[in-house]
Structure formats: structure tokens, C-alpha cells
């Protein structure tokens, strides 16, 4: 009880929960039990681990596709439902999953299969070839049938593959256990990076999944929102828009899910009884300014002082500068802040780079005798570009600069 009166300080924000059931279900970690549009390729996988259940080592595969097309869900899911079939027939069948994003070593990968099956391997330390023995040697003491996923696989592969070339040969070492492995990737070239006996044997069975389509993206949703969200609290055309949004998106499931779960939030927090397609569009530019801001902070030096030429221009009601006119300004912030400045030439190549990431658009224009040049706009919010790049410590004293040049006739 609170003293000051009734009820809890937290009872506004509980009370406030109108919107949502739970909204984990709408998060990136939660793997949905039914995963619509996926039947095809769980089938498909299922036909191929099958032999597992007799005890007999299943083919690997190499499973691509791009992001959101629900490749980890699938595999999961379908790793569980072996699991658990395995359990019931009394043939047991493990399925161990590991993210490269993460586990992205040969050491790591093999360490942490070690611990899965109960062998304390220290995290660094070790001579890999015993990490490896200490693995063999922890599986093979069961018959036992031994599924390994490697999610975004081609992040291990960046520092060598010899980690597969071990892994895809192991079963001609083992007296008693199985092993097959299911590689997952976004990346469809990885493979020419690999070893030809690793590819093949690695790719014996191919599975790509294909973007999802808007239709398809709302039977996902509509599922997700059953679970996620209160009866009744998402207006009509909340789903279809965020469904049209994230198939713009390459289809990315994953895409419409967060802006469904951003959409509800926004609502949540203006006090709303109901999620509108207001909310969707509000959450679709949350999302891009996020991302945004993301790729602006990570730009190097001077491609930041370039963006912030452009910044400055349009501020000063100059749009469409010409890449002449941006190099002068570029310069002079160059100067203010006590850099040395890029050549024109490289500085062309940089605005090209930043025309590419979708930050600015650069068109080639005829000016007639005075030959092609290139127009330059911002392809993003000015304001939030704008301090993103002021927050950098070495670009922060142009606040004032920024006044400076304005005054001066002729931006
Ligand atoms: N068919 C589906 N039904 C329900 N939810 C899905 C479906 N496909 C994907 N999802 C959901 O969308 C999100 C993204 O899916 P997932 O993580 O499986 O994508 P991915 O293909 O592995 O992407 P990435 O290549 O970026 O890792 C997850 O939250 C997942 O639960
Ligand atoms: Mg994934």
C-alpha cells in the first residue's frame, strides 16, 4: 500500500496495460508453435532428419534464405518436435543450437558442444585438438544420434573453415553416436569461401526459403496478435499496413512483427485504447530513424563532415546543392575543426558511398556548357541527422559554426 493513498505507485502503469496480452510473444525471441506459409520446409526438413528416428545419421543441410524469412524459427521448431518424437520411441536424438554470431571460433564451437553434453572445457586456454577429443569422446560413449544447427554459419566461416571440415568428417571417428549438421545462412555466396569437400559435404541437401509476401505477412501477424494483443484493441488496417510495410521490406517477418509490437507500444504510451494505422506509421519511422541513426554513427570521419555539409546546406534552405558548392562547405568544416580535407576526387567516391547507404541521393544533372555535375539531397530527417552527427565529440563545437556560415549571403 502506498502511503500517500490507495493502491501501489505502479498501479497507473499496470492499469495502463490495456493493449497488450503478453507482449513477448512479440519479441524476437519467442518460437511460435505453429508458423504459418512454413509447411513446405518443414516438411521438407523433417523428411530429411527423419532417419534420425531409426537411429541412422540424416543427410546435413545447408538452409539460405534472407532475413526474416523465419529460417531460425523453422529449424528450432523442427529441432524440438525431433526431440520430442525421439524421446517418446526411445531413440534418442539430440539437436543442439549454437549462433556464430556469437560461438564464432572453432574453440567456441567445440567448447560449447562439450558443455552441452556435460564436459567442462574451459572458454580459452585448451589445445583445440583436445577440445575436439574431449567432444568425440563425450558423445560417442552413447548411440545416440546427434543433430547440430549452426545458425549464420557463414560468421564462423570468416575465420576459416576448418572447424567444418572436422564437424563434417567426425562420423568416420565415431564408434557409437551420429553426427549431421544444418547450416544456416542469409549470406547465399558464403560457400565459395569453403573448402570444395566441406561444401559438398556440407551442402548435401539445400533448402531456400523464400521472402514472405504482404498476404503472407498478415497470417503471421494475425496469429501473433491473437496471443499478443487484447480482443478487439488493433483496428482494422493495422495488420494489412504493417504487413505492406515489411514486404516492401524484402519480406522480412521479423520487420512486420516489430512494427506491430512498436505500433502497440506507442499506443500503450499515449494512453489509446486502440492501435491505429497512426501508430504503424509512427513505428515504421521509428524504425528507420533508428537504423539511421545507427548507420550515421558508425560512418567514418569524414564522411560524417560530408553529411554535415549536406546538413548544413539544406538548414540553410539550399537543397539540391550541387557537389561543387558541398565540397566548398566541406572544406570549411574541414578547416573549423582542424582536419586535413579529402581531394574532390575521393570525396565524389565518398558521396557515392553515402548515395548507396540511401543517406543522401546524388543525381547526375546536365548544367548544359558547364558539363554534368551531381545533385545532392538528404535522403533523411534533418533534425535527428543533424544532432546524431553534433554528438559526435569531434564534430560538436559546428553547433556554432553552423550560425557562422549562415549569416554570410551567399548560402
Ligand atoms: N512463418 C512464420 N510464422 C510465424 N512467425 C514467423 C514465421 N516466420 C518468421 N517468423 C517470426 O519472424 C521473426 C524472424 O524469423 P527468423 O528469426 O526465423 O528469421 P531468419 O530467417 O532466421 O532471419 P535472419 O536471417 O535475420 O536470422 C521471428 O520472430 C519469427 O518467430
Ligand atoms: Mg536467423
Same mark, same amino acid.
Given at each position: 500500500?502506498?502511503?500517500?493513498?490507495?493502491?501501489?505507485?505502479?498501479?497507473?502503469?499496470?492499469?495502463?496495460?490495456?493493449?497488450?496480452? /503478453?507482449?513477448?510473444?512479440?519479441?524476437?525471441?519467442?518460437?511460435?508453435?505453429?508458423?504459418?506459409?512454413?509447411?513446405?520446409?518443414?516438411?521438407?526438413?523433417?523428411?530429411?532428419?527423419?532417419?534420425?528416428? &531409426?537411429?541412422?545419421?540424416?543427410?546435413?543441410?545447408?538452409?539460405?534464405?534472407?532475413?526474416?524469412?523465419?529460417?531460425?524459427?523453422?529449424?528450432?521448431?523442427?529441432?524440438?518436435?525431433?526431440?520430442?518424437?525421439?524421446?517418446?520411441?526411445?531413440?534418442?536424438?539430440?539437436?543442439?543450437?549454437?549462433?556464430?554470431?556469437?560461438?564464432?571460433?572453432?574453440?567456441?564451437?567445440?567448447?560449447?558442444?562439450?558443455?552441452?553434453?556435460?564436459?567442462?572445457?574451459?572458454?580459452?586456454?585448451?589445445?583445440?585438438?583436445?577440445?575436439?577429443?574431449?567432444?568425440?569422446?563425450?558423445?560417442?560413449?552413447?548411440?545416440?544420434?546427434?543433430?547440430?544447427?549452426?545458425?549464420?554459419?557463414?560468421?564462423?566461416?570468416?575465420?576459416?573453415?576448418?572447424?567444418?571440415? /572436422?564437424?563434417?568428417?567426425? /562420423?568416420?571417428?565415431?564408434?557409437?553416436?551420429?553426427?549431421?549438421?544444418?547450416?544456416?545462412?542469409?549470406?547465399?555466396?558464403?560457400?565459395?569461401?569453403?573448402?570444395?569437400?566441406?561444401?559438398?559435404?556440407?551442402?548435401?541437401?539445400?533448402?531456400?526459403?523464400?521472402?514472405?509476401?504482404?498476404?503472407?505477412?498478415?497470417?503471421?501477424?494475425?496469429?501473433?496478435?491473437?496471443?499478443?494483443?487484447?480482443?478487439?484493441?488493433?483496428?482494422?488496417?493495422?495488420?494489412?499496413?504493417?504487413?505492406?510495410?515489411?514486404?516492401?521490406?524484402?519480406?522480412?517477418?521479423?520487420?512486420?512483427?516489430?512494427?506491430?509490437?512498436?505500433?502497440?507500444?506507442?499506443?500503450?504510451?499515449?494512453?489509446?485504447? =486502440?492501435?491505429?494505422? &497512426?501508430?504503424?506509421?509512427?513505428?515504421?519511422?521509428?524504425?528507420?530513424?533508428?537504423?539511421?541513426?545507427?548507420?550515421?554513427?558508425?560512418?567514418?570521419?569524414?564522411?560524417?563532415?560530408?553529411?554535415?555539409?549536406?546538413?548544413?546546406?539544406?538548414?540553410?534552405?539550399?537543397?539540391?546543392?550541387?557537389?561543387?558548392?558541398?565540397?566548398?562547405?566541406?572544406?570549411?568544416?574541414?578547416?573549423?575543426?582542424?582536419?586535413?580535407?579529402?581531394?574532390?576526387?575521393?570525396?565524389?567516391?565518398?558521396?557515392?558511398?553515402?548515395?548507396?547507404?540511401?543517406?543522401?541521393?546524388?543525381?547526375?544533372?546536365?548544367?548544359?556548357?558547364?558539363?554534368?555535375?551531381?545533385?545532392?539531397?538528404?535522403?533523411?530527417?534533418?533534425?535527428?541527422? =543533424?544532432?546524431?552527427?553534433?554528438?559526435?565529440?569531434?564534430?560538436?563545437?559546428?553547433?556554432?559554426?553552423?550560425?557562422?556560415?549562415?549569416?554570410?549571403?551567399?548560402?
Amino acid at each position: 500500500m502506498n502511503p500517500n493513498g490507495s493502491g501501489s505507485i505502479f498501479d497507473e502503469f499496470l492499469n495502463a496495460n490495456s493493449i497488450f496480452l /503478453n507482449k513477448e510473444v512479440l519479441r524476437h525471441s519467442y518460437t511460435p508453435d505453429y508458423l504459418p506459409h512454413r509447411d513446405e520446409q518443414i516438411r521438407s526438413i523433417a523428411a530429411i532428419l527423419s532417419p534420425a528416428l &531409426r537411429g541412422e545419421t540424416p543427410s546435413n543441410i545447408l538452409i539460405y534464405g534472407k532475413t526474416g524469412t523465419g529460417k531460425t524459427a523453422v529449424a528450432r521448431y523442427v529441432g524440438k518436435e525431433l526431440e520430442n518424437v525421439g524421446r517418446n520411441r526411445n531413440v534418442p536424438c539430440h539437436v543442439v543450437y549454437l549462433n556464430c554470431e556469437i560461438i564464432d571460433t572453432q574453440y567456441r564451437v567445440l567448447a560449447n558442444l562439450s558443455k552441452y553434453f556435460n564436459r567442462e572445457v574451459p572458454m580459452t586456454g585448451w589445445p583445440t585438438d583436445q577440445v575436439y577429443q574431449e567432444f568425440k569422446n563425450a558423445i560417442d560413449r552413447h548411440r545416440a544420434v546427434i543433430i547440430i544447427i549452426l545458425d549464420e554459419i557463414d560468421k564462423l566461416v570468416k575465420k576459416g573453415d576448418e572447424v567444418l571440415y /572436422n564437424l563434417s568428417r567426425i /562420423n568416420s571417428e565415431l564408434d557409437n553416436a551420429k553426427v549431421s549438421l544444418i547450416g544456416i545462412s542469409n549470406d547465399l555466396k558464403f560457400t565459395e569461401y569453403l573448402d570444395p569437400r566441406v561444401r559438398s559435404s556440407l551442402g548435401e541437401e539445400e533448402i531456400v526459403f523464400p521472402p514472405y509476401d504482404a498476404q503472407q505477412l498478415r497470417d503471421i501477424l494475425e496469429e501473433r496478435a491473437k496471443l499478443g494483443f487484447r480482443d478487439g484493441v488493433l483496428e482494422d488496417g493495422v495488420i494489412p499496413l504493417c504487413a505492406a510495410f515489411a514486404a516492401q521490406e524484402h519480406g522480412d517477418a521479423r520487420r512486420a512483427l516489430d512494427l506491430l509490437r512498436i505500433a502497440g507500444e506507442l499506443a500503450e504510451r499515449e494512453g489509446a485504447e =486502440k492501435v491505429t494505422e &497512426r501508430h504503424v506509421r509512427l513505428a515504421q519511422e521509428k524504425i528507420e530513424i533508428d537504423r539511421i541513426v545507427e548507420v550515421i554513427k558508425t560512418l567514418p570521419m569524414h564522411s560524417k563532415v560530408l553529411l554535415y555539409s549536406v546538413v548544413f546546406l539544406e538548414s540553410s534552405n539550399v537543397r539540391g546543392a550541387t557537389s561543387g558548392e558541398v565540397y566548398r562547405v566541406y572544406k570549411e568544416i574541414c578547416r573549423e575543426i582542424g582536419i586535413e580535407p579529402l581531394t574532390p576526387r575521393r570525396i565524389t567516391d565518398l558521396i557515392s558511398e553515402l548515395d548507396m547507404l540511401g543517406i543522401i541521393n546524388a543525381t547526375i544533372v546536365n548544367k548544359g556548357r558547364y558539363g554534368r555535375t551531381k545533385e545532392i539531397t538528404l535522403s533523411v530527417p534533418l533534425e535527428s541527422t =543533424k544532432s546524431v552527427l553534433l554528438s559526435d565529440y569531434r564534430l560538436s563545437n559546428l553547433k556554432d559554426f553552423t550560425q557562422k556560415l549562415s549569416v554570410q549571403s551567399h548560402f
